[in-house]
Structures are given as C-alpha cells and as structure tokens.
C-alpha cells in the first residue's frame, strides 16, 4: 500500500470515528427529543385541559345557586343564568372530549416508555370515570334550571341539594388527576435533565477515545514508516563510512520499501562492480620499481596486497 493511500486509509477512520461518536450523541438527543415532545405534545396540553375542566365545574353549580337565590327572578336574569349555564355546559364536554383522545393518542405513542405508559392508562381509566359523571352533573343543573323556569322554587331548591354527591368527584378525585399529570411531567423533565448531562459528559469521553485511538493509529503508521527511513539512512551512512553493512531492512511495502530494496539493489551492485575492479587489479602485473624506490618506502606491501585491504575497509594500512 503506498504512502498515499496510507494518509487516505487514516484520514478515512478519523472521520469514521467522529462519525460513530456524533451519531451515538444523535441517538442520545433523539431519546431526550422524543420525551421533550410527550412533554409538549401530550402532558402540557393535558394538564391545561383537566385545569380548565376543574375550573369550569367550579363555575357551573355558582351560575345555577345565584339565580336560585333571587326573589323574584326575572325573566332577563333567568334567560341570562341558562345562557351562561350552557356556555360553561359546552366548555365540560369540550374539555372532557379533547382530554380523552389526547389520552388515547399518547397512550399509543411508541415513544412513550411503558411505565409511563401504565400512568396514562391509569389516569385515562380515572377521567373516563369523570366524564361519566359529567352528564349526570350537567343534568342536574338543567333540572334544576327547568324547575326554576316553571316557577317551581322549591322543587329547583330541592333539585340543587344533588350537587352534594359530585363535591368528590370534582373536588379531591379531580385534583389527583392533575397531581398524576403533574408528577408525569416532572419525571420526564428529570430524566431529559440527567440525559442532557450524561450527553455532555458521554461526548467528552466518546470525543477522546476518538482522538486517542486516532493518534494511536497515526503513531503505529508514522512510525513503521519513519523507522523505515531510519534504517536506510543508518545503511547509507555505513557504506558511507565504508564500514562493513548488511543490507537495509525492508520493513513495509509502500514507497519507503520500494526505496529500501532499490537502495540494496545499488549496494549490490556496486559491491559486483568492486569485485570485478578489484580481480583486475590483482591479475594486473605490478609495475617494475627501481632499487632507489625500493629504498624509499621500505615496508610497504605490494600494490596488489594494498588493493586487497581497501577492498575490504581496511584503510590504517
């Protein structure tokens, strides 16, 4: 593999890392996404129906006891209490119904955990046991409502007494309800909060790993390389100094190896050409000397012998 493929091949796993670390902090925000959509999509709008239906049958039996009280009761003040008691009417039914197919949807939403899931139900079951008393709720203001139309006081008085059995219903069933919805919300929001800090401290971490596992990669790789071209520079100095060398290592297989076997190549052949040199030298016959150059250099050894121990690195002689 050559060197450039080699930087490609790197930079490809660099990127592969950061990628597996950016999506695995996208998985993660998708988690934390989808409960911060129940939250906006579902409980929000839950908790402000059920206070709005909470507020509403708070003001439907007032609307019916304040005519009740006048004496006598016009006309214009009868014909405005049913108007304003079927308005408030209206708003329950409303309410009740928007309440129970937001329940039904959320329910259904796979994004929901199970155990949320099982409060949902819960609660649905709980207000579908509402909006069965609503009806009966609404019923007895319209009875009373008509008895007070017929001038029948008493029987529009005694008609009234039967908001007394919803005063639970409405009162402390209603209110848990809403604390159900609330206590939903507010594990959610929890559990968002702890993820959005095990985000910031899992992308650190998954960030470092990347970046030590790619300079681990970068130094395995620069470093086959650079030892590469550290041991044949080491055999370029050695012939360099004429110092007996073996020939350089060929440790990987891209363009420093090519390099690497080229160089031993030249050595060799350098080395046969010496050879051949030197056998001709040796077979040369040495040249006549006269008695007084004799006399001059006593010691020295012949000039094939001389030839000889240069060939082999032998300089002192």
Known sequence: MTIRKKIFLLAGILLALFGVVVGV?????KLDSDQIGNVVGYQLPLSRLVAEFDVDTDRYEPVILRVLRLDPVTPADLKAAISAKQAVSDELRRDVAAAATLLDKAIQDPHYRTADRFDLARIDGSFKYLSR??????SVGDLTMGALADGRREEARTASLSFAKFARAFGPDLSEIRRDIADLTDRATGRVLAS???????SFALFLMACGFGLGISAVGSTRVVNGLRQLLASTRAIESGAASGPAPILTRDEVGEL?????RMVEELRTRA???????????????SPDQQRRR???APHAHRLFFRHQGIHRY
């Not at 902090?25 to 925000?29: N, P």
């Not at 959005?196 to 899992?202: A, F, I, P, V």
């Open 275 to 289: 050879d051949q040199g030197y056998v001709r030298q040796v077979c040369r016959p040495a040249p006549r000397q």
């Open 133 to 138: 008393s609503l009806e009966e709720f609404v």
């Open 260 to 264: 690497a076997l080229a160089f031993n």
């Open 25 to 29: 902090v996208a998985t993660i925000q």
């Open 196 to 202: 959005e800090r095990l985000d910031t401290y899992l």
């Open 298 to 300: 006593p010691g020295r």
